[in-house]
């Protein structure tokens, strides 16, 4: 959400590497695609974004066999790319203590985004739910946000299912109920706590 609100402020396009389609078996393909998506970059002006960093730029390993060998070399690859490129670069990642500290050395800014208070996810829930399907009345915001602690992306999941649920009951309307089960939905996935709403 961050790298796409930087994106839009600089005018930018925002480009989200996919990193299934970084690594590959076979040696040599990675440093390909890896200059692909440089390449590609430069010549777009694009801010790059890759989520989940710590899969890429993860710290390297003692060499023990060719494996290790080549996962180094592409490791080295992706640090003199990143080096040479003059746009922008966001890494995202909940593991910053598993990056390599060759790439930690390069990293300008590192920003922790902590959770939101209360106000924050009040203010939230009402921005993804704003637009589309309309909201219930008696949906009371500052309870959905006093309901459970969740993080922006998981606030974005819960709301995206209660938009679907809206949608199946067939009355477009997104009710409390939608919006309860969407957040017992989200909360199960970790054992989050749910306060009454």
């Given amino acids: 959400m961050a790298a796409s609100v930087l994106a839009a402020e600089l005018g930018l396009p925002l480009f989200k590497?996919?990193?299934?389609?970084?690594?590959?078996?076979?040696?040599?393909?990675?440093e390909?695609?890896?200059?692909?998506?440089?390449?590609?970059?430069?010549?777009?002006r694009y801010l790059l974004f890759f989520d989940e960093a710590d899969a890429l730029f993860a710290k390297r390993t003692a060499v023990k066999d060719s494996h290790d060998r080549y996962a180094n070399v592409s490791a080295a690859f992706l640090l003199q790319r990143m080096e040479e490129y003059d746009g922008m670069l966001i890494l995202?990642?909940?593991?910053?203590?598993?990056?390599?500290?060759?790439?930690?050395?390069?990293?300008?800014?590192?920003?922790?985004?902590?959770?939101?208070?209360?106000?924050?996810?009040e203010r939230l829930w009402r921005t993804v739910l704003e637009g589309g399907l309309p909201v219930s009345r008696d949906v009371d915001f500052?309870?959905?946000?006093?309901?459970?602690?969740?993080s922006p992306a998981r606030i974005s999941e819960a709301a995206h299912v209660a938009k679907l649920l809206a949608a199946c009951d067939g009355n477009g309307i997104i009710t409390k109920d939608h919006l309860r089960e969407a957040l017992e939905l989200e909360a199960g996935k970790d054992e989050t706590v749910i306060r009454r709403f």
């Fill in 92 to 121: 995202a990642t909940n593991l910053k203590d598993h990056f390599d500290d060759a790439f930690v050395r390069r990293i300008r800014f590192a920003v922790k985004f902590r959770n939101l208070d209360r106000a924050g996810r």
């Fill in 32 to 44: 390909k695609h890896i200059e692909e998506i440089f390449r590609t970059a430069r010549r777009n």
């Fill in 142 to 150: 500052g309870a959905l946000a006093e309901a459970a602690e969740l």
């Fill in 17 to 30: 590497v996919d990193l299934s389609q970084v690594f590959d078996k076979y040696i040599g393909e990675t």
